[in-house]
Each structure stands twice: as C-alpha cells, then as structure tokens.
Antibody, heavy 118, light 107 residues
Framework: QVQLKESGPGLVQPSETLSLTCTVS????????VSWVRQPSGKGPEWMGR???????AYNSALKSRLSISRDTSKNQVFLKMNSLQTDDTGTYYC????????????WGQGVMVTVSS | DIQMTQSPSSISVSLGDRFTITCRAS??????LSWYQQKPEKSPKLMIY???NLEDGVPSRFSGSRSGSDYSLTINSLESEDTGIYFC?????????FGGGTKLELK
C-alpha cells in the first residue's frame, strides 16, 4: 500500500528556514521520484521540485535559490529545506509520488500546513 | 514558463447536467496533462492522466479530451459527489504548472 506522509513544524518565523520530511512506504525511492507541491490557502497548487529516483534533483526556477531537496533512502525519507521564508510561503505542503505509468502524480500525502508568522 | 489558463474559475451546475472544464496551454505540451479533483481539506486526487486516460476507480462519466492547445475535462451527468475544485497540470516542461482551478458547486 503506497503511502506518503509529510511532517514538520506548523509555524515558522519570517526569514527562517522551513524543514519538512516526507516519509514514504509501499514503494522504493530508488524506483520512483518524489515531488513537493505547495498550495496557499484558497489558491492553486505550485510545483516546487523533484527528487529523482537516481538522486538527481529538479527545482522550480522561482524557488531554486531558496530550496533544497534531499533524501535518505535507508529511511525512506525525502527532505525539503527552504530558507528566507516570508508570509506568502504560508500554505499546505504536499509530497507526491511521480509515476511513469500515470504521470505525474498518482499518490499524494495528506499535506502539512505551514504558517509563516511572527 | 508554460501558462495554463483554466476556465471557468467557478460554476454552479445541476445534478444530471453535463459540464466541461478547459485548460489552454501557452505552449505545446503534447498530451502531458493531467486533471485532479480536490475536496475541502483533502489532497488532490488524480482523475485523468496523459490528457485522455481515466485513472482506475474514477467513474466513466469523467472523460478527458484535447483540441489543439485546449485540454478539457468533461463530466457527464453530474452527481453530488463530483463537487470540489478541479485543477489541470502540465508536466511537459519544468517548471510543471497548474491551472488556476475550477470550483464546481451544485445549484
């Protein structure tokens, strides 16, 4: 059974760094890519970046200077770090499985709400 | 970046009606387009992939089509469970981009 679950702080101070973890089960990170997608409240989603199955990464150019995605395959975890957070970074952050057969996102995590506020 | 212009942004539809949502791509995306349904406080759910392929378990009243740079999601005979917000997503070129969403409500 494929599952993805995001975890991390619900509240981040402006200018600080956001660190999120996506823990997956039911598939291997060396066979599937994982992406991060965020969604401000009441708005459309935004693709943030991708951890490829081979360890390579791709980032949304709008976020690239602030964003880093990494992984620990032994723990079945993918990590997101984004620095210099501002209030417009508030929203729900999802990790998603990238499927080759049913592209791009066939499974989503439940999401984690992140609020940037002092 | 490829812009996905989705219309309408919201609509109220009666049970049993036929309804179509359209996303227009600013560049050629081939059929690298998928459709997602999102219920309140829930994660998006894959409905259609590669423009025309129905995801497993999605009712056959849903269908996807393409005409040039316009991609459409059609719901035949709307049911109450179909309400929610629908998004298109292009994955032809980075950054992958979503449409602005269509909020579907019942009249």
């Amino acid at each position: 059974q494929v599952q993805l679950k995001e975890s991390g702080p619900g509240l981040v101070q402006p200018s600080e760094t956001l660190s999120l973890t996506c823990t997956v089960s039911g598939f291997s990170l060396t066979s599937y890519s994982v992406s991060w997608v965020r969604q401000p409240s009441g708005k459309g989603p935004e693709w943030m970046g991708r951890m490829w199955y081979d360890g390579d990464t791709a980032y949304n150019s709008a976020l690239k200077s602030r964003l880093s995605i990494s992984r620990d395959t032994s723990k079945n975890q993918v990590f997101l770090k984004m620095n210099s957070l501002q209030t417009d970074d508030t929203g729900t952050y999802y990790c998603t499985r990238v499927s080759v057969r049913k592209p791009p996102f066939d499974y989503w995590g439940q999401g984690v709400m992140v609020t940037v506020s002092s | 970046d490829i812009q996905m212009t989705q219309s309408p942004s919201s609509i109220s539809v009666s049970l049993g009606d036929r309804f179509t949502i359209t996303c227009r791509a600013s560049q050629d995306i081939g059929n690298y387009l998928s459709w997602y349904q999102q219920k309140p406080e829930k994660s998006p759910k894959l409905m259609i992939y590669r423009a025309t392929n129905l995801e497993d378990g999605v009712p056959s009243r849903f269908s996807g089509s393409r005409s040039g740079s316009d991609y459409s999601l059609t719901i035949n005979s709307l049911e109450s469970e179909d309400t929610g917000i629908y998004f298109c997503l292009q994955h032809k070129q980075y950054p992958w981009t979503f449409g602005g969403g269509t909020k579907l409500e019942l009249k």
